[in-house]
Nanobody
Framework: QVQLVESGGGLVQAGGSLRLSCTAS????????WRWFRQVPGKQRELVAV???????DVLDSVKDRFIVSRDRVKNIFYLQMNSLEPADTAVYYC???????????WGQGTQVFVSS
């Protein structure tokens, strides 16, 4: 079992920054991929950033050069640093962990990000 708790969302003006945190606990060694998703009402959940069990990361094209994903293995926290925020980034952001060996995934409760113009 894996438990994920997001924090760090809030209201920010366009051009500002936020850092989202996903604090993880449980069977973390089994996790193959760490991901951040976002969702706005009426739309499908969108994959924003990925961090694989090694050092490889990837982000959505529309947030390249603005969002950075990282993980602190000691503190068991997965981060999403969001810079130069735009109103289009407004969404609920979710942390996700996928266990490849069982094809099982875990979700946090989400944290709201609102970017004002």
């Amino acid at each position: 079992q894996v438990q994920l708790v997001e924090s760090g969302g809030g209201l920010v003006q366009a051009g500002g920054s936020l850092r989202l945190s996903c604090t993880a606990s449980g069977s973390l060694l089994s996790i193959t991929v760490w991901r951040w998703f976002r969702q706005v009402p009426g739309k499908q959940r969108e994959l924003v950033a990925v961090k694989y069990s090694g050092a490889t990361t990837d982000v959505l094209d529309s947030v390249k050069d603005r969002f950075i994903v990282s993980r602190d293995r000691v503190k068991n926290i997965f981060y999403l640093q969001m810079n130069s925020l735009e109103p289009a980034d407004t969404a609920v952001y979710y942390c996700n962990a996928w266990v490849g060996s069982t094809d099982r995934e875990y979700w946090g409760q989400g944290t709201q990000v609102f970017v004002s113009s």
